[in-house]
């Protein structure tokens, strides 16, 4: 079985979180929601697949994992800045709706921004210790 990086399941696990919160999302913000899972997802493709293709001689999969923490720093500040979001998670007025939220929206992200820098960190290792041996 080949080898999943960290960052991939995370990225899989924010977009099934997403997928399941959507239908209890406002419907006005439905296509932002598709556009976000779709990043998600396509992050999660390219990651996975380690795509070689380059932009200005950087690999596409390493430009992929460098766009993961903003993203997720975004999805963070989106929902902290948000009123309604932010009612939701204090009041719990509706709470499978509040935990979704901030599992998917603060926990997962940090756990992307976590293991983000963990996957450049063991591609930096790893680096080094080709040049060693």
């Known amino acids: 079985m080949r080898y999943l990086p960290p960052v991939v ?3 899989v696990a924010i977009a099934v979180v997403g997928v399941i919160a959507m239908p209890f999302g406002d419907p006005q913000f439905f296509d932002r929601a598709i556009a976000l899972e779709f990043s998600f997802i396509t992050l999660a493709i390219v990651i996975l697949l380690d795509v070689r293709l380059t932009v200005n001689r950087v690999p596409l999969a390493k ?4 766009a993961c923490i903003p993203l997720a720093i975004l999805v963070m500040v989106g929902n902290s800045l948000a009123p309604p979001h932010v009612e939701l998670m204090t009041t719990f007025s509706k709470p499978f709706n509040a935990v ?13 921004i976590g293991t983000t820098i963990l996957q450049f960190a063991r591609a930096r290792q790893a680096i080094f210790q080709n040049q060693k041996g």
Request: proline share 0%; glycine share 10%; aromatic share 16%.
């Open 100 to 112: 979704l939220l901030i599992f998917g929206g603060y926990v997962l992200q940090a756990a992307l």
């Open 9 to 11: 399941l995370v990225l």
């Open 63 to 66: 430009l992929a994992l460098w």
